[in-house]
């Protein structure tokens, strides 16, 4: 039971939330929010692999929560579907324009829906199976030309040379880059299927990994080098990156270095 996908489920009415839960209960966890700003604060405590959202909320509706969660590093990479009565094309332009992954008419199928849900998120473990799937794993361009594999070494070293820099983000970057945000964006987008902020963060990731895996460092400071202020958002995107904590992840790269003498240095 406990490898079900956890999912977050957005809605003001409690009979639609509580429709949603007996419909998808039995294939995944469920946590429900009554709105935008609840939403927020679960995303911020919580490991939500896939997000269901009304569009008409009062305070924030789902166009405004799936742009924050979309332009944010540490949720961006969680599949939205927005769930909505309005059937105009403006509409759909304007929910796939703030970057959701599925745009569902009311009424719809729960089969649909279902099934939307199931390729979203497989197709979300295969991206990251491929590009991140191991923590030691450096980002590479599945399939591109030399000269994207060229330009995604540059974005990596760029990013490697700042990461201490908490505040860097998809401006800095672009302008190190010679880039425009939009040029950047577009271009990340197209050829590694990220934007540049899950890029950055990745990166940061990946290289607190590697210095994990030294065993030279404290985790807490392996957080602070990599551009975490926090320790803890540190261990939640550690582990959500790799599924594993950073201390898991310290004593097993201890025990296939044959150091199982040393006691992993913990914060």
Same mark, same amino acid.
């Given at each position: 039971?406990?490898? !079900? ?16 839960? %007996? ?10 929010? %009554?709105?935008?700003?609840? @939403?927020?604060?679960? !995303? ?28 944010? @590093?540490?949720?961006?990479?969680? =599949? ?17 324009? !703030? ?7 009311? =009424? ?33 361009? =599945? ?60 990166? %940061? ?17 392996? @957080? ?30 201890? %025990? ?7 006691? =992993?240095?913990?914060?």
């Amino acid at each position: 039971m406990d490898t !079900l996908p956890l999912i977050l489920l957005v809605d003001d009415e409690e009979d639609i939330l509580d429709f949603l839960e %007996r419909i998808l209960e039995k294939k995944y966890h469920i946590i429900k929010a %009554r709105g935008g700003a609840e @939403a927020l604060q679960i !995303l911020d405590k919580e490991s939500i692999r896939l997000i269901v959202c009304d569009v008409m909320m009062p305070d924030m509706d789902g166009f405004e929560l799936c742009k924050i969660i979309k332009s944010t @590093a540490q949720t961006a990479h969680i =599949p939205v579907i927005l769930l909505t009565a309005r059937n105009t094309l403006q509409s759909k332009i304007e929910g796939l324009e !703030l970057k959701a992954d599925a745009y569902i008419e009311k =009424p719809f199928s729960k089969e649909y829906l279902m099934a939307q849900m199931a390729s979203l998120i497989a197709n979300r473990e295969m991206i990251f199976d491929h590009l991140s799937g191991s923590p030691l794993m450096h980002i590479k361009d =599945p399939g591109h030309s030399k000269a994207d594999e060229n330009f995604l070494e540059l974005v990596n070293d760029t990013i490697r040379k700042h990461m201490e820099d908490e505040h860097f983000d998809l401006e800095k970057l672009a302008k190190m880059l010679n880039m425009t945000r939009i040029t950047l964006y577009r271009k990340l987008k197209k050829i590694s299927r990220f934007t540049p902020n899950e890029l950055i963060n990745m990166i %940061r990731l990946q290289k607190a990994a590697e210095m994990l895996a030294q065993g030279e460092y404290k985790i807490y400071e392996v @957080a602070s080098m990599v551009g975490f202020h926090s320790q803890s958002n540190f261990t939640r995107d550690f582990h959500r990156q790799f599924n594993v904590t950073p201390s898991e992840f310290m004593h097993s790269r201890q %025990r296939k270095g044959g150091k199982g003498e040393e006691e =992993p240095r913990e914060c």
